[in-house]
């Protein structure tokens, strides 16, 4: 009997606000590997990410988000095995997703690793989760989201579950991480809080 093949898990971490999301992504990721031999992370900061950690991330957890994932590449390396469609991931998540990795990623700019790796989830139809930070939205990031849905992708802007009640803002990340990896098919388990209606007593 053919032996089933690891689940591998892609994070793309670009230069938008939000690299705590990431981290929290992450974490999150990191303890469902130690749970599941069979799945792994794949990790992938751009250039702009790092500098955005730099102002949003401390230096414990600046070293955390680098040293986290099972496996790390860097943007310009196209020979990585997921950038074939061969050997593709099994999803891939963008967080925080930039509005220049949205554009390249919706006109197939394939020219980094981070956006042949979205290429090659679109093609093989595998799930590819954008979690776009910008506001307000002009006309053409909305086209840019528009080409991406209808390609297959999935566009989930990381907004807050305030319903929730977040004691923090590490909390609010953790939720909105959870979130976002669920819909790469994980199974979040206690991870993703759900909403209960107040009690009628």
């Known amino acids: 009997m053919r032996e089933q093949s690891p689940s ?16 929290q992504a992450l974490r999150i990721l990191k303890a469902l590997t130690n749970k ?3 799945l792994s992370s794949h990790l992938i900061i ?74 090659v989830m679109l093609k093989e139809r595998r799930p590819l989760v954008l979690a776009v930070r910008e506001t307000p939205f002009h006309a053409g990031h909305l086209q840019a989201m528009q080409l991406i849905t209808q ?5 989930a802007p990381p907004v807050p579950a305030f319903y929730l009640a977040p004691k923090s803002i590490d909390e609010l990340a953790e939720q909105s991480a959870a979130r976002l990896l669920a819909l790469l098919g994980l199974d979040m388990g206690n991870w993703l809080k759900q909403w209960q209606p107040p009690s009628s007593d």
């Open 8 to 23: 591998k898990i892609g994070i793309v971490i670009s230069g938008a606000s939000g690299s705590l999301l990431a981290l």
């Open 36 to 38: 599941n031999p069979t």
């Open 46 to 119: 751009t250039q702009g990410a790092r500098r955005t950690a730099e102002l949003e991330l401390n230096a414990s957890q600046r070293v955390e988000l680098t040293a986290i994932a099972d496996h790390i590449y860097d943007d310009n390396n196209l020979t990585a095995t997921f950038a074939s469609g061969s050997n593709p991931l099994s999803g891939l998540l963008v967080v925080p997703c930039s509005i220049r990795s949205l554009s390249a990623i919706a006109y197939s700019q394939t020219d980094r690793l981070s956006i042949r790796a979205a290429d």
């Open 151 to 155: 390609m297959g992708g999935i566009i």
